[in-house]
Structures are given as structure tokens and as C-alpha cells.
């Protein structure tokens, strides 16, 4: 066995964050990373320069926001689910799912909410329903799951340097942390403040104000564990260091350590598998439109 590192990082632009996100990538070495707010479809993902860093992917892109997508360090995430169940009419490209190193991994972006009340904050909840449904079914299946993301939710008071400031604000409101709290209800553990119960750990720091300067950060994205794999969590951190890059996303990338197997512990050499063929897809031709002029006979 040997020790896996996973990570949640709402990169807020792949494109446009790439240097920074290739950069950790080389530093940190994460065998597994779910990414959020990808704000690309998918033929413009980067698989090429990410294979180039020894990851494989898996993505569900989306113009202009959201999308998600899943790497893997030396392999190819087995895809196996591309958006939640309940609703077939929900286009937004928010929860990624599959098997990685041994791992169930569902990578998740869960909506903002803003402006509440309203219908954004109306999608939100039931979202949430719906990521709950589902979570039921992966807590108690035998094998080591985590739900990783951004959760859009501060859990507590303690999550953010000061709840007056976001008192309206979607993430703070009760409807939202009680779905959180039934969430963990299921049995999964929060990662990362079951390593650190006494210290705010801050994932999310806004552009505005200086927030990042004065540390005025709220906890937001979270790494929730099964039963099967709590027992073998080694440690958890946010590698803060990021979000003092330049041109850097308005989060950090969160992390935890377990016990598991990489694709290479067998000792053989693993060769990953061709990257995929992504055809960009183009729009259909506008109609000509008949004219309205008689020929003379």
C-alpha cells in the first residue's frame, strides 16, 4: 500500500489559470484532483499540456461556468456518472463521477445560490436534495467513496471570518447548512475539519477588500470520506500557498492523505492510455430562407 494524496481545487477558469494549476501540480503531486468552474466546453479542455504533467481526466466542461473534471496522476479515471440523478432536464455541468486508484470519487460543484431568495437559490436546495439522494447510496456500498468540491455551504460561524458581513449572502443561509448537516448525517466524515477541530481552515478567499491579504477567508470547499475510507485517512491541509500566486484562482486547493493503491504499486510500469479524440461539434447552417418574389413565366 502506499499513501495517496486527493485534492478539491476550484480552478475559476482552466484556461486561464493553467500556469498556476500546472505549477501545483509539479509542486504538490496530488494522485487524484477534482476541479470545478472549469468555464470551458470541452474541446477546449487542456488534456494535452496535463498528460505532458503525467495526469489522465475525465471532464464534463460547460461554456462560460461550471464544469468539472476528475485527474489522475499516471491513469485514466473509469467514468461512472456524468451528472446527479432525479432531474433529466438539468443541463448545468456540475457533478463528475468515477473510479480512480481504488477510490469512488464524485467530484462536485454545487450552485451558488445568489441572489436569495429567488430561483437560483430555489436550484440550489434542490440540488443539494438530489446530491443527498445520491450520497446515500455511495456512503454505506462497501467500498472507499469521497465527495469532493465546492459545496457553495459555510457550515458553521467558526468556517468564516465574520458571518455579519454574509448574513444574506446564499451561502450562510440555515436551508442550505441544514442539507450539509444531513449530508454528514449519512455517516460520511468532513475531512478536513476532522483533522483540524480547532482551526477555521480557510479554502476561499474573495477578490475584493483585500480578503486574501488580511485573511478574511470562509471554508467552502470540502472533502467528505465513507465509512470505508475514514479508517484509513492519514491527514488533511489547504495549500494556501496558491492563493498568493499571481493570476491565481480565489481558492486554494484542499487536500487529505489515505492509505490506498496507486495504478504503479503492482511495480510495473504503467503506460497511460491514448488521450481521447474530442471533435468540437459545429452548428448546424441557417436555413435559407425562400424568397417571397414569383418567377415570371
Known sequence: MSVLKLATYNI????????????WLAEATPD???????????????????????YGALWHGQRSWNGV???????????????LPGDP?????????????????GCLYLPNGNPQPGPKFDYKLAWFDRL??????????????VLAGDYNVVPTDFDIYNPKSWLKDALLQPEARARYTRLLGQ???DALRAR?????????????????????????????????????????GVDRWVRGLEGTSDHAPTW??????????????????????????????????????????
Open 69 to 83: 473534471a476528475i485527474l489522475a496522476r499516471g491513469s485514466v479515471p473509469l467514468e461512472s456518472r456524468r451528472g
Open 12 to 23: 475559476n477558469g482552466i484556461r486561464t489559470r493553467l500556469p498556476v494549476l500546472l505549477e
Open 196 to 236: 483540524h477541530p480547532d482551526q477555521p481552515m480557510f479554502t476561499f478567499w474573495d477578490y475584493f477588500r483585500q480578503h486574501w491579504q488580511r485573511d478574511a477567508g470562509l471554508r467552502i470547499d470540502h472533502l467528505l470520506v465513507n465509512p470505508e475510507l475514514a479508517p484509513r485517512l492519514l491527514d488533511a
Open 132 to 145: 443527498i439522494a445520491h450520497a446515500a447510496t455511495l456512503c454505506n456500498a462497501g467500498i472507499p467513496a
Open 187 to 189: 455517516g460520511w466524515t
Open 89 to 105: 432536464d438539468d443541463t448545468q455541468s456540475r457533478y463528475l463521477e468515477a473510479a480512480v486508484h481504488g477510490v469512488l470519487v
Open 256 to 297: 487529505i492523505t489515505f492509505t490506498g493503491y496507486a495504478a504503479t504499486d503492482d511495480g510495473d510500469d504503467y503506460e497511460m492510455p491514448p488521450a481521447p479524440v474530442i471533435t468540437p461539434i459545429a452548428p448546424p447552417k441557417p436555413a435559407k430562407a425562400k424568397s417571397s418574389k414569383r418567377k415570371v413565366r
Open 32 to 54: 487524484i484532483v477534482c476541479l470545478q468552474e472549469l468555464k470551458a466546453v470541452d474541446a477546449d479542455f487542456p488534456v494535452a499540456e496535463l498528460r505532458a504533467a503525467g
